[in-house]
């Protein structure tokens, strides 16, 4: 237990300092959050609901704070090229996110074309009924895809580190509300980069 805790602190130390340089970023991602929550809370109710919320407005405010806001030049506070931290990403790196999101936005179009998934479900029989089955498959893409990863951790490297990186994606919602509930207030001052200070002076960084 104690190795699995210092692998999380360290994944998530550099997942902060390495990829959450925006404000906007960081606000994005307390939005974020915030959904993520309320869609644990639905997955008791409502499974498919919980996932169309999830994917809907977790995600795609999520990534769209890396893709369009973190900046990808040259990192000055880590002293590392966008090239080498994307090499050594943990998660889904911007490459693997782009498959990702290409089969989550490709899913809605199958059920579409297909209802049935060739065979593999009952068919929807109205709007309501595709919905819900898109949701259903979203929930499946974001189980499979984080089984996924974890598998190609535990190959790669090691169980500690896919087991690892499990958690620290199914608590990231309530550590980056400790980490960016202030964010927001630092935008509207006009900040739209976190100097992160506290990073160049982290023991690691010494």
């Given amino acids: 237990m104690k190795n699995l805790l210092q692998t999380l602190a360290i994944q998530r130390w550099d997942d902060h300092r390495y990829y959450h340089h925006s404000r906007i970023n960081q606000s994005l991602h307390l939005l974020s959050a915030i959904a993520f929550l309320v869609s644990y809370g639905l997955l008791?109710?409502?499974?498919?609901?919980?996932?169309?919320?999830?994917?809907?407005?977790?995600?795609?405010s999520r990534q769209a704070g890396h893709f369009f806001f973190e900046p990808r030049g040259y990192d000055h506070v880590n002293q590392a090229t966008?090239?080498?931290?994307?090499?050594?990403?943990?998660?889904?790196?911007?490459?693997?996110k782009i498959v990702l999101l290409a089969i989550w936005v490709l899913i809605p179009l199958l059920l579409w074309l297909q209802p049935s998934v060739f065979g593999l479900i009952k068919p929807a029989t109205d709007l309501h009924g595709l919905i819900h089955d898109v949701g259903i498959a979203w929930l499946s893409l974001g189980v499979g895809g984080l089984l996924f990863r974890v598998t190609q951790l535990w190959i790669q490297q090691d169980l500690m580190t896919?087991?690892?990186?499990?958690?620290?994606?199914?608590?990231?919602?309530f550590h980056d509300i400790m980490l960016y509930y202030k964010s927001p207030l630092y935008l509207l001052r006009g900040e739209l980069i976190d100097p992160m200070t506290h990073v160049a002076t982290h023991p690691s960084q010494v």
């Fill in 82 to 96: 966008d090239e080498h931290k994307e090499d050594i990403k943990i998660g889904y790196n911007i490459q693997r």
């Fill in 44 to 60: 008791f109710v409502d499974p498919a609901q919980a996932a169309l919320l999830a994917w809907c407005v977790s995600m795609t």
């Fill in 162 to 173: 896919g087991a690892a990186w499990m958690f620290k994606i199914l608590t990231d919602p």
